[in-house]
């Protein structure tokens, strides 16, 4: 499976931006699809996964109630609509996708595709 996302861009604080993660090839292989994102000088970090066969969500603690994943109609593509956005947010933001419908939180349990997507969040 080959991933890409994109939407992200500049933004002020309380703002909001919706990121899309598009994927092709062998989709049907799907367990769990994520976003995680990365900050400056930090780890790659878990933000919110999807298992792929119910649409079961699962969010870190630091956006849960402000962000959302969901899956698109042709079920080849996530997204994650990040309402009152904060400074904290600010990372590039990556989309993975494991086989296994088990949840991981950790990125090693991952692949991941193309360059992520930069979100900026000003105060």
């Known amino acids: 499976v080959q991933l890409q996302a994109s939407g992200g861009g500049l933004v002020q604080a309380g703002e909001s931006l919706k990121l899309s993660c598009a994927a092709s090839?062998?989709?049907?292989?799907?367990?769990?699809a994520a976003w995680f994102r990365q900050a400056p000088g930090k780890a790659r970090e878990f933000v919110a996964a999807?298992?792929?066969?119910?649409?079961?969500?699962y969010y870190s603690d630091s956006v849960k109630g402000r962000f959302t994943i969901s899956r698109g109609n042709s079920q080849n593509t996530v997204y994650l609509q990040m309402n009152s956005l904060e400074p904290e947010d600010t990372a590039v933001y990556y989309c993975?996708?494991?086989?296994?419908?088990?949840?991981?939180?950790?990125?090693?349990?991952?692949?991941?595709g193309g360059q992520g997507t930069l979100v900026t969040v000003s105060s």
């Open positions: 090839g062998r989709t049907d292989s799907l367990g769990t």
């Open positions: 999807i298992r792929w066969s119910d649409g079961s969500t």
């Open positions: 993975g996708t494991r086989n296994s419908p088990v949840i991981h939180y950790v990125a090693r349990s991952y692949k991941f």
